[in-house]
């Protein structure tokens, strides 16, 4: 029997590659440039699985196809909003991703992020790279210290609850969270957190806020205005999750006017493009998505999205199957 078409539309690390190639006959995107919608719609036609990742769009229009002949999309992340699940689902395309396997690496880089912004470590670092450095002084670059402090997550799914662990038994961090449904009391237990009702209530006692939720329509904007208004002005903000979960004018006015003390990003809105007013704030903290990005990590979802075709097309049901 020939072998399954499969297209992998990033370059992805050798091993992973390596062990593709093994079971399936598969075509590299060698350029490793993100696909259009249309090459999209034209490989929905040409391949019996698409492994988009997050830089791949793909709208209602790609699924306007008479047949597809693509039966699964095996998404490399575990975020999903950059594909229209309604219309996969209208056309019988299964979608997978990779949890777990990401979420000790995403939680490690939402605390560098609290670290970096608490500790002014961006700033430093470019004035040391300036050669504007004059030497140690008493009131040179002080920042706020994490330990004791109050965090609150907004969403405790896994990588929530990893950044919890850490915040709580490395740095003596009280735990607020914010979840669309009811936590346990047994996972709350383990970081001694306390679940909140509203977000409001979470912006009036944190002086760290991490978001962990979704991205998508159901979450856009979800840190507007108004919440830059309630948050405390010493609050730092995290987001590692999805870009479009602030709203960056929003954003860009709030460390303008000082209503927060400082902002660390590791997503964005249309990224790579990022608003160009947070490139004035010395208190923004920029890294360009990182969340994922260890060997350890971008092998482990490679394999896990393997995992997930090899089940499909042996006739089980893909273990991490979203739609
Ligand atoms: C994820 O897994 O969602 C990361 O953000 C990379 O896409």
Redesign the pocket.
Known sequence: MPKLKILVTRRWPEAVEAALHKKYDVTLNTSDGALSQDDFRIALSAYDAILP??TDKIGSKVFDVKKPRTRILGN????YSHIDMTSAKAVGIVVSN?PDV?SNC?ADIAITLMLMTARRAGEGEREVRRGNWTGWRPTHLVGTQMTGKTLGIIGFGRIGREVAKRAHYGFNMKIVVQNRSKIKSEVLIKTNARQLNSINDLLDVSDFISIHCPGGDENRHLFSSKQFERMKNSAILINTARGEVVDDDALVAALHEKKIRAVGLD?FNGEPNIHAGLMDYENAVLLP?L??ATQETREA?GFRVLDNLDDFFGGKEPRDRVV
């Open positions: 990742t997050v490399y992340g575990v975020g990779t990401l995403t997503v998505h969340g994922s979802m």
